[in-house]
């Protein structure tokens, strides 16, 4: 089975402090997803990777950046966060863009 | 681009109840579709996908999803609902081309009593 995890199922902030969140994939898949979800809006995709040290900007991408550095782990940035992004997290893999999309427990984040 | 519309925010059914969640997508070319559901503090899961073929598509926990392109639909259904069934459904689209990445439903929270 595919397993996505991501490093934190809860996490607190303060205004303006620079916020990772973590995640990694054990099945060498090429793509990995961060998308947020919200309440009533369902999930809305920040950012992609399709291969390392590659990233394409998802549909919300203003405040947030990502970095693969290695294959399984794709990190999710706030550089400033605020209150806005307080929100639900999810990370995702897939073997192809294409194709189904395994998900991690997600990360709640508040931002205070 | 490609959208994805879920006709129901909210859907309340009692036990044994038949369901049908609609789900339509607008986008041109070829298609996969997806249903994804999330149990109450569960990681979202795969209930269903489609591909290419049969246009009748069978998942897990007795879900199934017909596809009618004329309709640019793929409503799930279940004959007779559990209270285990109680979750969020989300329906996704993906365009079978290049990088094209899934697009969700903004998703259906059913409640199904006892």
């Known amino acids: 089975d595919v397993k996505v995890t991501q490093s934190s199922r809860y996490l607190v902030k303060r205004t303006g402090e620079k916020v990772f969140l973590e995640c990694v994939q054990d099945?060498?898949?090429?793509?990995m997803f961060w998308y947020r979800q919200d309440p009533g809006l369902g999930l809305r995709l920040i950012y992609f990777?399709?291969?390392?040290?590659?990233?394409e900007k998802g549909d919300i991408p203003e405040g947030y950046s990502v970095s693969r550095e290695k294959k399984e782990r794709f990190s999710l940035i706030l550089e400033s966060a605020s209150t806005n992004q307080t929100s639900m997290y999810l990370c995702a893999s897939s073997l192809v863009t294409y194709a189904e999309a395994f998900f991690g427990q997600g990360t709640r984040l508040t931002v205070v | 681009a490609q959208s994805v519309s879920q006709h129901n925010h909210h859907v309340i059914l009692s036990e044994a109840a038949s369901l049908e969640l609609g789900c339509n997508y607008s986008y041109g070319g070829t298609v996969n579709l997806f249903w994804y559901v999330q149990y109450p503090g569960q990681h979202l899961q795969l209930l269903l996908k489609?591909?290419?073929?049969?246009?009748l598509v069978k998942g897990i926990k007795g879900f199934e999803a017909e596809f009618i392109k004329s309709k640019f639909s793929f409503n799930l259904r279940k004959p007779s609902v559990q209270w285990s069934d109680t979750a969020e459904y989300f329906c996704a689209v993906n365009a079978q081309a290049g990088y094209s990445t899934l697009t969700f439903g903004k998703g259906t929270m059913l409640l199904v009593s006892p």
């Open positions: 990777s399709y291969d390392v040290k590659m990233k």
């Open positions: 099945m060498d898949h090429e793509n």
């Open positions: 489609y591909f290419s073929g049969d246009p």
